[in-house]
């Protein structure tokens, strides 16, 4: 009988550079596949490693490996499991002497979600150790900032989803206020609230140093490698060097490009030159149309190009926020510039217009505003008797309002763009970790839609997403219609029908 193949590959947007895919072949061998083995001997698995191109190959017989429980070495005995490692991409391949039964091809899903979840794991470890610099080439020193952005780390943490942080922050401020002016403070909050999201889409931009326009529409990530020791002294000086050094870079990359040269190798030299010490194997080059890109989802929301700002946060995210159409203003990671290819990234800026659209930063507003004015004028007597049970209570409802809302933004962006399926593979990709203990975990399921987050579960929005492209569902009231689905949702996953 001739041997039955499935294979799977995990592709990197962007190349992770040599030393990274060399690190992650050598974790992949002492973290995962030694460990999986019944004994750690040199004859349990083959591999061939060129550390000149970052590739390793692994070989091992799956009847060799300890598993999960419900595995056992019989039924995987005439499995042969080939791992390939490189810059580019990840491939599982699994050959088989003979066809593969139901239950064994879910045991090697398993095993390939297994080793996805572990290169997750260990490139998101990687970035850690990475230093993140943004430019914009042919920038003058007055775009790039002749200082450090102040306050950044706090705002890239308030302004992130649907900018539901940044009223659960003030409910957190609502306890020392009432100590010092009493429920008046109530008022006052609501007032300070008001204020700031009138001004919101410039404090957004005040998180980066990066602001793409239609002058300006390409923006650069320069990753670094670095050990953690030397990452984290050279942090300790960041705040000074970064500015002169972005410019600097700016001015190199811009150079290169005009004279046709390898960006990379000029951006080595301007690094170098600056005084970080580092080998161009080390460097990470990713260069997008930041701009290009959200100004045609823009155009297809029939909406004005909001203002954009690119943040240095390894993480893949992106954010809205803003009073209107006219006043908003949307960030983007560094991390969403490396992970995410152009189809992807611009359905996650589908998702923030999505927002922006649906006026959702206004919506928290004034749910916030009705939460602590009508404690204090309609059902004081409540708030009383709940006392700080109030409050959480307000946190639950603030957050349920908020998964309806990002619900309502994946709608909006799967309607508007026609890429529902785009979302859903970069979702995948930024939550895969949730997204497989969602997978593998009923209980799991279930608690990812009592947790303080402001997002539904990822299975939840990855499913729905899907159903949207497969069934080409007509949605004609997005916010009703996400409002069900997540009760369905919830509900789903309460009697374990999800």
Not at 107 to 134: C, H, N, P, W
Not at 369 to 394: K, M, N, Q, S, T
Not at 398 to 409: C, F, I, M, S
């Amino acid at each position: 009988m001739a041997p039955q193949t499935a294979a799977e590959t995990f592709e990197f947007p962007e190349n992770i550079s040599v030393t990274t895919s060399n690190s992650l072949g050598e974790g992949f061998r002492a973290y995962y596949l030694r460990p999986r083995l019944k004994a750690q001997s040199s004859n349990e698995y083959s591999s061939v490693e060129d550390k000149s191109s970052g590739r390793t190959e692994f070989t091992w017989n799956l009847g060799a490996t300890i598993g999960h429980a419900q595995h056992t070495s019989d039924e995987l005995a005439r499995v042969t499991a080939h791992v390939t490692l490189s810059p580019t991409d990840v491939k599982v391949e699994f050959t088989a002497a003979g066809d593969l039964g139901l239950r064994e091809r879910a045991m090697l899903q398993e095993i390939s979600d297994d080793i996805r979840e572990f290169v997750t794991e260990f490139i998101g470890l990687a970035k850690r150790s990475t230093l993140y610099i943004t430019v914009s080439p042919g920038s003058g020193k007055e775009d790039e900032g002749e200082g450090r952005e102040k306050g950044s780390d706090a705002l890239r943490s308030i302004f992130t989803g649907n900018t539901t942080n940044l009223f659960l922050l003030f409910i957190l401020l609502t306890f020392p206020a009432i100590l010092f002016l009493g429920y008046y403070a109530l008022i006052l909050i609501v007032i300070v609230q008001g204020i700031s999201l009138f001004f919101a889409d410039k404090l957004a931009l005040m998180s980066g140093a990066v602001k793409p326009t239609m002058d300006k529409p390409r923006s650069y990530v320069v990753g670094v490698a670095f050990p953690k020791d030397t990452l984290r002294s050279f942090r300790r000086i960041l705040g000074s060097l970064l500015p002169p050094m972005r410019l600097s870079l700016a001015r190199a990359i811009s150079s290169a490009e005009s004279r046709g040269e390898d960006s990379k190798k000029a951006v080595h030299e301007a690094l170098v030159a600056g005084g970080l010490k580092c080998a161009e194997e080390d460097i990470e080059l990713t260069a997008r149309d930041v701009y290009g890109l959200v100004e045609s989802a823009a155009g297809r929301f029939h909406m004005p190009t909001p203002k954009i700002v690119v943040t240095e946060t390894p993480a893949s995210n992106a954010a809205a926020t803003g009073i209107s159409a006219n006043r908003a203003a949307i960030s983007i990671t560094a991390g969403s510039l490396e992970e995410l290819d152009d189809r992807e990234l611009e359905a996650v800026i589908g998702h923030e217009l999505g927002h922006i659209r649906g006026h959702d930063p206004v919506i928290l507003f004034a749910l916030s505003a009705i939460i602590y004015l009508g404690g204090l004028y309609l059902w004081f007597p409540i708030l009383l008797e709940l006392g700080f049970f109030y409050f959480i209570l307000a946190f639950a409802i603030v957050y349920l309002v908020g998964k309806v809302l990002e619900t309502r933004a994946d709608t909006q962006s799967a309607l508007v763009l026609k890429q529902p399926k785009d979302l859903a593979t970069a979702l995948t990709s930024i939550a895969f970790r949730e997204l497989y203990e969602e997978k593998r975990s009923h209980s799991y399921r279930f608690l990812s839609w009592l947790t303080f987050d402001s997002h539904p579960p990822t299975y939840f929005r990855v499913k729905r997403l899907m159903r949207i492209a497969n069934e080409n569902t007509q949605i004609r009231h997005p916010l009703l219609e996400s409002a069900r689905d997540c009760l369905t949702g919830f509900f789903g996953a309460l009697i374990g029908l999800d």
